[in-house]
C-alpha cells in the first residue's frame, strides 16, 4: 500500500514492476522517511555536548524484525590503524539536523569503557553479545 506523506514522490506508478521509470539507475537515495544504507554510512556520532565521537562504520540488521538493532560506530585511530568499533543500540541514537549527525547520550570516558572491538574480531558470533551491548547502555530489549 502506498504511503501518502507530503513531499515526497512517487517513484513508480502503484503497482508497477518497473525498477526505475528514469532509466538512469536509482538516484533516490533519501526520502522523507526514507534513507539508504549508503548514506547512514560515515555519518558523524555526536554526544550530547556536541564532541563528535566517531563516524557510523556500518549497521545490524535483525534478520527476524528486519528492524535495525545496532550501529557500529567507528572510533579512533588514524587512516584506519588501530581503529576501533563500538556498537550502539538504534533505539539509543537520536538524529540532529543541525548537527547533521547522529546523537547518542554518552560521554567520552564512559565510550572508553563501552563493548567494542576491533578489525579482526567478530563478537556478534556470540548471542548473548547483543544483551552485553544493551545492558551498557541500558536499553530494554524488544520482541
Known amino acids: 500500500m502506498p504511503t501518502r506523506l507530503p513531499n515526497e514522490t512517487p517513484l513508480r506508478a502503484p503497482g508497477s514492476m518497473e525498477l526505475d521509470p528514469s532509466g538512469e539507475g536509482v538516484a533516490i537515495e533519501e526520502t522523507r522517511r526514507l534513507i539508504a544504507s549508503s ?6 556520532v555526536f554526544n550530547r555536548a556536541g564532541e563528535q565521537l566517531g563516524a557510523v562504520y556500518n549497521f545490524m540488521v535483525d534478520k527476524i524484525s528486519g528492524q535495525v538493532a545496532y550501529v557500529v560506530m567507528s572510533f579512533g585511530g588514524f587512516l584506519g590503524i588501530g581503529e576501533s ?10 538524529y540532529d539536523t543541525g548537527l547533521g549527525g547522529y546523537v547518542v547520550d554518552i560521554d567520552k570516558d564512559r565510550l572508553a569503557d563501552a563493548p567494542r572491538y576491533g578489525a579482526d574480531e567478530d563478537p556478534f558470533r556470540d548471542d548473548e553479545y547483543g544483551a552485553q551491548v544493551d545492558a551498557y547502555y541500558r536499553i530494554t530489549p524488544t520482541s
Open 39 to 44: 548514506k547512514v554510512e560515515g555519518t558523524p
Open 85 to 94: 568499533y563500538h556498537p550502539l543500540p538504534w533505539r539509543a541514537l537520536t
